[in-house]
Every structure is written in structure tokens, then in C-alpha cells.
């Protein structure tokens, strides 16, 4: 019997150890409630400024100096950029189809055509894509400045 007990109690423990553990980046979470990345970018005038709480799977890391990931929406086909400040925050590209909490101020860049086709193609470059800058058609991006997060894995 105690055996029996010793073996269950080694198997939970395990278990949270594997399927419990998620990394802490930055200052960590504290915003309890979610807000959903559609929201954020159906009405993003209501969210600039505003610190949320994000939760998805990371589709994308930084290959360079793992300070930006992509975080999938809750609609198909949708992502939100989560940008940290370089050094302060590292995401490993070990991250990359990991779930994800993410704490942050939403933040709006107004750039030019010419600009936000540099970035694209500054991120195409990144990924050693290939780039067509005729698919630039949104000079507002909507993203979140990064204070901290919970990536599982």
C-alpha cells in the first residue's frame, strides 16, 4: 500500500513538473483576466495605452535577438507583435509553439508606406523570406510593448 501511494505521488509530481511548468519572462503576469487579441485589433483606439493580458500560442520568435514574438489570435489567420525591450527581455526560439501569457501596453505605430515597408522587409529578411513589397497595404500597426509573461515549456 505504501508503495502503491509512494509510486502515485512520484507520478504527480512529475506530471507538474512537465505539464505545470511555464518559464517567466520580464516581470512576470499579474492582470487576472485575458482580453482577446481580436478585441485588441477590432478596437484598438480603446486599448491604446492600456495594459492587457494576452494568452495564445507563440507562431513566431525573434531569430536575431529574440526581441519580438507573434502571438496567434483567437480568430484563424490572426496574430498580434508582442515587442520587448532588447536586453531586458530574451525569448529563446525554443519558445515557438509554446502557449503563451503575455502582459503589456498596447501600443499604435503610425509609420509611413516607405517605412512599414522597410520593417516588412526588414522581417521577410529575418525569416529568409522572400518579399513583395506591393502586399504592404496598412500604414497603422497595432502591437504590444512587452512587460512580462508565462510561456509554458
Do not use: N
Not at 29 to 40: D, G, L
Not at 52 to 69: H, Q
Amino acid at each position: 500500500m505504501k508503495k502503491t501511494v509512494l509510486l502515485l505521488l512520484i507520478c504527480l509530481l512529475a506530471a507538474t513538473q512537465v505539464y505545470g511548468s511555464a518559464k517567466s519572462y520580464g516581470k512576470g503576469v499579474q492582470i487576472k483576466e485575458a482580453t482577446a487579441v481580436s478585441a485588441i485589433l477590432d478596437k484598438p483606439d480603446q486599448y491604446i495605452g492600456r495594459q492587457v493580458r494576452i494568452e495564445g500560442m507563440i507562431i513566431e520568435v525573434c531569430a536575431k535577438r529574440g526581441c519580438w514574438v507573434y502571438v496567434a489570435g483567437d480568430r484563424q489567420g490572426e496574430k498580434i507583435q508582442v515587442k520587448v525591450t532588447d536586453g531586458e527581455i530574451v525569448f529563446p526560439m525554443s519558445v515557438s509553439g509554446s502557449m503563451g501569457v503575455i502582459e503589456g501596453v498596447v501600443e499604435e505605430l503610425k509609420i509611413s508606406r516607405e517605412e512599414m515597408i522597410k520593417y516588412q522587409q526588414h522581417l521577410a529578411e529575418e525569416k529568409g523570406q522572400p518579399f513583395d513589397p506591393s502586399t504592404v497595404k496598412d500604414e497603422r500597426m497595432i502591437r504590444i510593448i512587452g512587460l512580462g509573461a508565462e510561456i509554458e515549456g
